[in-house]
Nanobody
């Protein structure tokens, strides 16, 4: 069956960097648009970044624009989230999600995504 597995989370000081990975299995990865979402304790899940199936277009929420970079390697069935200049407010569980590509893509809407990973914890200390 289809599975998404995140890795790369951890504890880092403010200003530091982490690179998250999300490996997919049981799917034709190149047919899926991919997104990263995060959820902090007591808060709702929020959109972070997304990338179209061919990697040609990326999207970011304003708070991470210029600090985070989403990318993918379809040959490795993996999507990445490079996070630089991390802030304490970036602390959350980060989930990757997959949506079968289509013409219309409401990339920041979590209900658009059918498949989700279990998440990886990112903690940024001040």
């Amino acid at each position: 069956q289809m599975q998404l597995v995140e890795s790369g989370g951890g504890v880092v000081q403010a200003g530091g960097s982490l690179r998250l990975s999300c490996a997919g299995s049981g799917l034709t990865f190149s047919l899926y648009d991919m997104g990263w979402f995060r959820q902090a304790p007591g808060k709702e899940r929020e959109f972070v970044a997304a990338i179209r199936s061919d990697g040609g277009i990326t999207y970011y929420t304003d708070s991470v624009q210029g600090r985070f970079t989403i990318s993918r390697d379809n040959a490795k069935n993996t999507v990445y989230l490079q996070m630089n200049s991390l802030k304490p407010e970036d602390t959350a569980v980060y989930h990757c999600a997959a949506k079968l590509k289509s013409g219309t893509y409401y990339y920041s809407t979590s209900s658009e995504y059918r498949h989700w990973g279990q998440g990886t914890q990112v903690t940024v200390s001040s």
